[in-house]
């Protein structure tokens, strides 16, 4: 069993709209320290398995297809045995 | 200067119809191996300042005020020097 956790941010390039909302209400808020916002989807998937690569290649293969929209975000992943 | 991860993800005992969707997705796409999946926010914010309790007090307060909906949500954050 493998605990996939996977973040999902927009590329760059790509205008993120809710963080710039974020940024100018933290500045309303007084919080001016703040410099950067970065707003993006976190999920967890647990798999049943027991080969790490085969897993490894299923998650690439349901990000790719269901969880991130590939021309405008990038996602990363950390595998731990569950 | 430091940098703020914070996870927002519902409470155990809200449904999330988000995460449902998901896993039927998954269930039609022939990944019937994955047995749960949780759907969350997740920021990053860049906070300037020095004194390490002084930002996480403030990272707290912004969670509470603005990224979270504590109703309904928890949050957790790990904080580095950045």
Redesign the interface.
């Known amino acids: 069993?493998f605990k996939a956790k996977i973040?999902v941010?927009y590329k760059p390039s790509v205008l993120d709209p809710k963080a710039e909302a974020?940024k100018t209400?933290?500045t309303r808020?007084d919080?001016q320290?703040?410099?950067?916002?970065?707003?993006?989807?976190?999920?967890?998937?647990?798999?049943?398995?027991d080969d790490e690569a085969a897993v490894r290649a299923?998650v690439e293969e349901?990000c790719d297809?269901?969880?991130a929209n590939v021309n405008m975000e990038t996602y990363r992943f950390d595998l731990d045995v569950a």
């Open positions: 069993m973040y941010n974020i209400a933290l808020m919080h320290n703040v410099q950067d916002v970065r707003y993006g989807k976190y999920f967890e998937l647990l798999l049943q398995g299923q349901i297809q269901l969880l």
